[in-house]
T-cell receptor, first 113, second 117 residues
Framework: GQNIDQPTEMTATEGAIVQINCTYQ??????LFWYQQHAGEAPTFLSY????GLEEKGRFSSFLSRSKGYSYLLLKELQMKDSASYLC??????????????FGTGTQLKVEL | DAGVIQSPRHEVTEMGQEVTLRCKPI?????LFWYRQTMMRGLELLIY????????DSGMPEDRFSAKMPNASFSTLKIQPSEPRDSAVYFC???????????????FGEGSRLTVL
């Protein structure tokens, strides 16, 4: 099984930087994903890490440490439209093929003026 | 690309009625997932298929829930009989997996919001 933990809520100021942490425990790690979900909408893919280190994609970066079971999502130059829920998800190696992706409960980010 | 298509978008039904949710995955994708999302429990994996074969249904709550994937372009999730605690948003997602350096990210449909009275 898996155990994925992330903070329930965070608040940050427009233009600032915010870091959303995620810790996980899994038996067969095969990658970590971050998704963004605006209220009333479907989750959309943000980033992916399978090796240790930092992956940068514009204003968003994601970091992974497999030995520590730890990841974070870094959002720079925050904008009001970044107010959303950010979901950490872990993929397991699965007999039979395919991706088994298990999601954390999400971090609700509120960006204020 | 049309994306993952789900129907209905909204369903309101009475306890005891049968509910069928439908999903058309992205053409060419080989994995399909059914998730349920509630405020209390977040996004829970119910079942997923790889090449139309159910791989893991350990998340299906109980025998009232069943899912099928008769072909690569269609899947259903059925609840019979429905109960008020089944009220949630049900998401279908698809991905392409098992090929080289593909990330295999999930693409979600818009969801089916179910309310059981």
């Amino acid at each position: 099984g898996q155990n994925i933990d992330q903070p329930t809520e965070m608040t940050a100021t427009e233009g600032a930087i915010v870091q959303i942490n995620c810790t996980y425990q899994t038996s067969g790690f095969n990658g970590l994903f971050w998704y963004q979900q605006h209220a009333g909408e479907a989750p959309t893919f943000l980033s992916y890490n399978v090796l240790d280190g930092l992956e940068e994609k514009g204003r968003f970066s994601s970091f992974l440490s497999r030995s520590k079971g730890y990841s974070y999502l870094l959002l720079k130059e925050l904008q009001m439209k970044d107010s959303a829920s950010y979901l950490c998800a872990v993929r397991d190696l699965v007999t039979g093929g395919g991706n088994k992706l298990t999601f954390g409960t999400g971090t609700q980010l509120k960006v204020e003026l | 690309d049309a994306g993952v298509i789900q129907s209905p978008r909204h369903e309101v039904t009475e306890m005891g009625q049968e509910v069928t949710l439908r999903c058309k995955p992205i053409s060419g994708h080989n994995s399909l997932f059914w998730y349920r999302q509630t405020m209390m429990r977040g996004l829970e994996l119910l079942i997923y298929f790889n090449n139309n074969v159910p791989i893991d249904d350990s998340g299906m709550p109980e025998d009232r829930f069943s899912a099928k994937m008769p072909n690569a372009s269609f899947s259903t999730l059925k609840i019979q009989p429905s109960e008020p605690r089944d009220s949630a948003v049900y998401f279908c997602a698809s991905s392409l997996s098992g090929y080289g350096d593909l990330i295999g990210e999930l693409f979600f449909g818009e969801g089916s919001r179910l309310t059981v009275l």
